[in-house]
Nanobody
Framework: QVQLVESGGGVVQPGGSLRVSCAAS????????MGWFRQAPGKERNFVAA????????YYSDSVKGRFTISRDNAKNTVYLQMNTLKPEDTAVYYC?????????????????WGQGTQVTVSS
């Protein structure tokens, strides 16, 4: 059974940095895409970034490009999201998700596996 466990959320001031992690278990993730999504109160869940488990392909939403970096550690079965120059509008619950295949990887409805989420709050 696939399990995704996020950690690392917290409160940070505007302009600060935070790294969230997603520990994955339960199967081999070769040929899987790992995605980060976020959801603010009263809003839809939106794509943030994605990475292919094998290979160097990474993808970002326009709102985080240049500020966030997605990476993985295959030995630890963990995916990271390094968030720099954080803004109040980055405040949300951040979710890790996993799926096979590349088609429509920015669409949350195509991901069958989800973590429980971790809260990131950017506030002074």
């Amino acid at each position: 059974q696939v399990q995704l466990v996020e950690s690392g959320g917290g409160v940070v001031q505007p302009g600060g940095s935070l790294r969230v992690s997603c520990a994955a278990s339960g199967r081999s993730f070769n040929n899987y895409y790992m995605g980060w999504f976020r959801q603010a109160p009263g809003k839809e869940r939106n794509f943030v970034a994605a990475i292919r488990w094998s290979g160097d392909n990474t993808y970002y939403s326009d709102s985080v490009k240049g500020r966030f970096t997605i990476s993985r550690d295959n030995a630890k079965n963990t995916v990271y999201l390094q968030m720099n120059t954080l803004k109040p509008e980055d405040t949300a619950v951040y979710y890790c998700a996993a799926r096979s295949g590349a088609l429509m990887f920015a669409n949350p409805s195509t991901y069958p596996y989800w973590g429980q989420g971790t809260q990131v709050t950017v506030s002074s």
